[in-house]
Every structure is written in structure tokens, then in C-alpha cells.
């Protein structure tokens, strides 16, 4: 497989997750707020895998997004533009997974799927 088809891969994934995501939170299917949460999460997550694949990385198998925005930082002097947003996802990427975890509402998932969206944009830019 090649770089690029290597990077088409990993934004076709990140651009996955956020579309189901953003059908979740479109949809009269109430209550499923965790689950929009942790696919916002994973689109974020893919999204900055993809700027590591792009730059000849191998992703790691790692789930914190502010690492993984530090990893691209040595890539992108404007890493700070993300940096909040990824903080913000960062609870997702286990939380909402497994009984027990608090309850996330309807704000909640919105602004995780903001936040996502706008890691998606940042990455899209630097790939062109």
C-alpha cells in the first residue's frame, strides 16, 4: 500500500466515525449520547493518526488525544489550534464504553461533535 493510499484510509475511517456521529445526533434516537461521544473521540483520534501516517509515522496505539496532538506538533508549529478541543474529547475514548460512567446529554454530544469536526478541518488542511 502506498502513502497516500495509506492516508486516504485513515481519513476514510475518521470520516466515518464523525458521519455516524453527526446521523446519531440528527436522529430521534434519544439516549445514545455516550455512544456519539465516543465516535467523535474516534474520529478525532484517526484524524491526527492520519497527520502521523502523512509525515511517515507509524501511528501508536494510543488513545490520548493530547499525545497524539503533541506527536503532530513536531509536524505542525500550530498544534495549539486543536489542543483544547482534543482535551475535551480526550474522556471519550474509554468512558462512555462500559457500565457505570456518568450520564452525557444531548449538549454534551453536540459540542463533542463540534469539537471533532473542527480537529477534522485542522488535519484536512494540513494534508493539502
Not at 449520547?33 to 473521540?41: E, N, T
Not at 498544534?79 to 456518568?102: C, F, M
Request: proline share 3%.
Amino acid at each position: 500500500m502506498t502513502l497516500d493510499e495509506m492516508v486516504a484510509e485513515w481519513l476514510g475511517y475518521s470520516t466515518a466515525d464523525l458521519e455516524v456521529a453527526k446521523c446519531l445526533l440528527a436522529s430521534d434516537m434519544t439516549g445514545q449520547y455516550r455512544i456519539i461521544c465516543f465516535h467523535a473521540q474516534q474520529s478525532a483520534e484517526k484524524a491526527l493518526k492520519t497527520v502521523l501516517v502523512k509525515n511517515d509515522v507509524d501511528p501508536p496505539k494510543e488513545h490520548d488525544l493530547v499525545k497524539l496532538c503533541n506527536m503532530c506538533g513536531e509536524f505542525n508549529s500550530n498544534i495549539k489550534d486543536v489542543l483544547q478541543y482534543a482535551g475535551e474529547l480526550n474522556s471519550y475514548s474509554n468512558e462512555p464504553r462500559y457500565p457505570g460512567g456518568r450520564e452525557i446529554l444531548f449538549d454534551e454530544a453536540q459540542s463533542a461533535v463540534q469539537n471533532a469536526e473542527k480537529i477534522f478541518k485542522w488535519v484536512g488542511q494540513k494534508l493539502q
